[in-house]
């Protein structure tokens, strides 16, 4: 079992607004299969890392464009179904108004990939339908972008507000042992311990 970045570039789109951005596409599993976090950008080179594995699905932690514009194309690429929360199917048909996600994700879900089991932690805030993943096999959560190295994840756009975000994270993402890994949908990884600082306190 093993968890692999991959870095893809193209662009966030919100509120009339652009920004360039670079996305880290995870893929965890192992030489058969792969569970792949978050369709950023390039359906192509998401498809080259999965070299051949069977993909379990396309998780998609939120459904701001610039982590969900590649999911059709590498869904139809691999044969895999999208899961997405349903509170965040209003952004993801800005995006993909033909094709829906083909299963919801909930709050305490179980996905299994490779044998490994991970849990769906639903973290409102940034958007109201994000998701983590904890993966307590391997000390790791995948929280896309709720929770960075330094803190949480923007507010203040659309769909999203920051006392929901902060409270999120500390009551369902600090609470996890302070050793977990915390890989997140852009930039370099910390973890629970070092970001419990970062996090106001109400």
């Not at 059709?72 to 952004?91: M, N, Q, S, W």
Request: glycine fraction near 8%; proline fraction near 6%; include cysteine.
């Amino acid at each position: 079992m093993r968890v692999q970045r991959v870095v893809t570039s193209g662009t966030f789109n919100l509120d009339g607004d652009t920004f360039d951005v670079d996305n880290n596409v995870w893929l965890l599993g192992d030489d058969e299969e792969v569970l792949i976090v978050d369709a950023a950008h390039d359906a192509r080179t998401i498809h080259q890392a999965v070299a051949g594995r069977a993909v379990a699905a396309i998780v998609c932690t939120h459904a701001h464009d610039d982590h969900i514009d590649a999911a059709v194309e590498l869904a139809e690429l691999t044969g895999a179904p999208v899961l997405l929360h349903p509170a965040d199917h209003e952004l993801w048909a800005a995006t993909h108004p033909d094709r829906k996600p083909d299963s919801e994700l909930t709050d305490g879900q179980r996905i299994t990939v490779a044998g490994i089991e991970l849990q769906v932690i639903h973290n409102p805030g940034h958007t109201w339908g994000s998701c983590s993943l904890y993966v307590p096999f391997l000390d790791t959560v995948f929280t896309g972008d709720t929770l960075f190295h330094g803190g949480p994840g923007a507010t203040g756009r659309s769909y999203s507000d920051r006392p929901t975000i902060e409270a999120s994270i500390r009551n369902r993402l600090l609470t996890l042992p302070g050793n977990t890994v915390v890989r997140t949908g852009h930039g370099e990884d910390t973890t629970v311990a070092a970001e419990r600082p970062n996090v106001p306190r109400p």
